[in-house]
């Protein structure tokens, strides 16, 4: 029995194919201009306008978070910082300062290269810029070490454009002091921030009515001290930038007036 063949049409094969390859190609080509244009972009200022947009539209959390605000990769100058066209004049004011404050600081701490022993955080009182014991104390005692006092300049710098309060905290862990001239962590940790606030007034010219300083001992901990790591983490100077939260009080007088 003999197999049909199949038929095979006569003329010009099917070339709607043509019209698909050629939208590929163009869109190859769109996309090799983009990451060109993309190359020669300033990289500096995108990334401040992408942490910017971060801030703005997703928020930051309110609880400290371990390590400094920021990309490894890139870094930014105070003057590039404030420079740069940051899209947060209608943030408030604390979160707008909270962008400015870590760009600045984070590029500074690179310079210095000790970015892993600042961290700046924000909560419902403010911002919080934090120093590790690593960066700011010999150890056991409240000595300035000379990296610690490079940071407070630049600090003071940021606290010479507001005019917020400024609270200074020391923090240590559990572990008992074995220097006389402290015979508790309370003492310890509160002429650490002594320390800190006196250097920002008398070295800084931050106006003393501005600050306090206050010792929080071993119990106001980040982590648990349960580790050497964790207890590492705790052992910090927190320079807080208050913001005033909302003035309006419910006033209540007790007994009530009888007019």
Do not use: C
Not at 2 to 29: C, M
Not at 68 to 83: I, L, M
Not at 131 to 158: C, H, M, N, T, Y
């Amino acid at each position: 029995m003999a197999r049909n063949k199949q038929a095979i049409p006569d003329g010009p094969p099917d070339e709607k194919w043509l019209g698909t390859y050629g939208d590929l190609v163009t869109l190859l080509l769109v996309f090799f201009v983009v990451l060109y244009a993309m190359a020669n972009t300033d990289l500096k200022n995108f990334q401040k306008i992408a942490w910017s947009l971060r801030v703005a539209f997703n928020g930051v959390g309110e609880e400290p978070a371990a390590g400094v605000v920021g990309d490894a990769n890139s870094a930014t100058t105070s003057t590039e910082a404030a420079s740069a066209p940051l899209f947060t004049d209608s943030l408030p004011s604390k979160r707008r300062d909270f962008v400015r404050v870590s760009t600045e600081l984070t590029s500074f701490a690179r310079e210095l290269n000790v970015d892993g022993e600042i961290s700046i955080n924000m909560n419902l009182e403010g911002i919080i810029i934090s120093l590790s014991e690593r960066l700011a104390f010999e150890p056991g005692s409240s000595e300035l070490r000379e990296e610690a006092k490079q940071v407070l300049d630049e600090i003071v710098g940021v606290l010479q454009t507001i005019d917020n309060p400024v609270r200074v905290e020391g923090h240590t862990d559990d572990i008992p002091t074995n220097n006389p001239l402290y015979p508790t962590n309370w003492e310890l940790s509160s002429m650490r921030a002594v320390s800190v606030a006196r250097y920002l007034a008398e070295e800084g010219g931050i106006a003393p009515e501005r600050l306090s300083a206050s010792g929080n001992a071993e119990f106001k901990p980040l982590v648990p001290n349960d580790s050497r790591n964790n207890r590492m983490i705790n052992r910090r100077a927190d320079v807080v930038i208050i913001y005033p939260t909302d003035s309006r009080r419910f006033s209540v007088t007790w007994p009530p007036s009888e007019n």
